[in-house]
């Protein structure tokens, strides 16, 4: 089968394309007929060797999988062959076919597309954990989301409106404002033209932010920082800039200001069941259409290095997709 290899940690080129056995699915796991891979930045940063307990090359990357169930293995009865799933892997999954935990297979009826089913666990699982469960978003809060016309931005758009709130979103394109303001954003705001905390401030008459989610990092956190309420929460889940965000906790105190960490795969390994209580509420909520998976861009799976030079580029909006 084909598969897309990280041969030692760089830039995009460290990505090849290299002939790999089918995997076999072990005792409790599936293997996949993967029809679509779900990019995430975090690829980007493991490839990059900056992300904290990544994989060491040579890996074969990719942490969701949308397919068909292929085989299964021993100890597996609730799945058949056939079964349209999306599954969420420690790696592996730029592949044309993958293994992966039963238990960690979400169904993907079949008004739902396999890209759009690779672009649903990761990001709104962040997106809805973030805001509701670390967050405690409230109908009256007023939230920012930062990178709003990105993956995890473009689910947590939607969730934040659906959820009543008045929100704000920050992007470095007009398109990509557009998009954002499609998806629920009340404020749509170019940060890399205004000075996104002054005009927060301006738009909540000197009240600032309850609540920012914020998976860009570096000056963009430091910022959200002054950008908060009395009482207001960062989460704080990503680094898109490459450059973590930093906190003087004076500021925090004095200001009654607080800050959360939030990270998926540790957290579902923590406490499974906090995580995928929220599986039943986005499944409905996607099924009935109050939600939608934006799938900015797809790439062939021999493409994956133009796949991820787009998303470091900025140049993608949405959940970046592969089809092998
Ligand atoms: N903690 C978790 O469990 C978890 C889960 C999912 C994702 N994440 C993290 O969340 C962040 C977003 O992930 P995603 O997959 O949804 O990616 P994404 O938001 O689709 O892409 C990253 C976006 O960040 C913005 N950005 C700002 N400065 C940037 C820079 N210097 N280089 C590149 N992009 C920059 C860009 O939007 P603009 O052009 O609009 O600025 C870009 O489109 C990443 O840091 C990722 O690692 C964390």
């Not at 954002?180 to 401030?201: Q, V």
């Amino acid at each position: 089968m084909l598969a897309i290899e990280v041969t030692e940690f760089g830039d995009d080129s460290v990505l090849e394309e290299v002939e790999r056995d089918r995997p076999e699915p072990g005792p409790g796991e599936v293997l996949l007929d993967v029809e679509a891979v779900g990019v995430n930045f975090a690829d980007v940063m493991q490839r990059r060797g900056h992300y904290h307990g990544g994989p060491e090359p040579p890996y074969v990357p990719g942490m969701e999988a949308a397919g068909t169930v292929e085989a299964t293995g021993a100890g597996v009865e609730d799945r058949e062959a056939g079964d349209r799933v999306v599954a969420m892997l420690d790696g592996g999954a730029y592949a044309e076919y993958a293994t992966a935990p039963a238990q960690a297979l979400f169904d993907v009826p079949e008004s739902i597309s396999f890209a759009e089913a690779a672009g649903f666990p990761v990001q709104f699982l962040t997106a809805y954990l973030c805001l509701h469960d670390w967050g405690e978003l409230d109908e009256d809060d007023d939230v920012l989301v930062q990178a709003a016309a990105g993956g995890v931005g473009t689910a947590a758009t939607q969730l934040a409106s659906h959820h009543g709130a008045e929100v704000y979103g920050t992007a470095s394109t007009s398109e990509k404002l557009e998009l954002a303001e499609r998806l629920g954003c009340d404020h749509p705001i170019n940060y890399t033209e205004t000075d996104f905390a002054e005009e927060t401030d301006d738009l909540t008459d000197g009240d600032g932010l309850d609540l920012i989610l914020d998976g860009v990092g570096g000056d963009t956190f430091r910022e959200s920082v002054d950008a908060l309420a009395p009482f207001g929460t960062i989460v704080a889940y990503g680094a898109a800039s490459g450059e973590p965000g930093t906190v003087d906790t004076a500021t925090l105190l004095f200001g009654n200001k607080s800050v959360e960490g939030f990270h998926l795969g540790r957290a579902t390994q923590l406490d499974p069941e906090r995580v995928f209580a929220a599986v039943p509420e986005l499944s409905a909520m996607l099924a009935s259409g109050d939600l939608e998976v934006v799938v900015g861009q797809t790439f062939a799976l021999a493409d994956a290095a133009d796949a991820h030079r787009a998303l470091e580029n900025r140049e993608t909006t949405g959940k970046v997709v592969l089809e092998p």
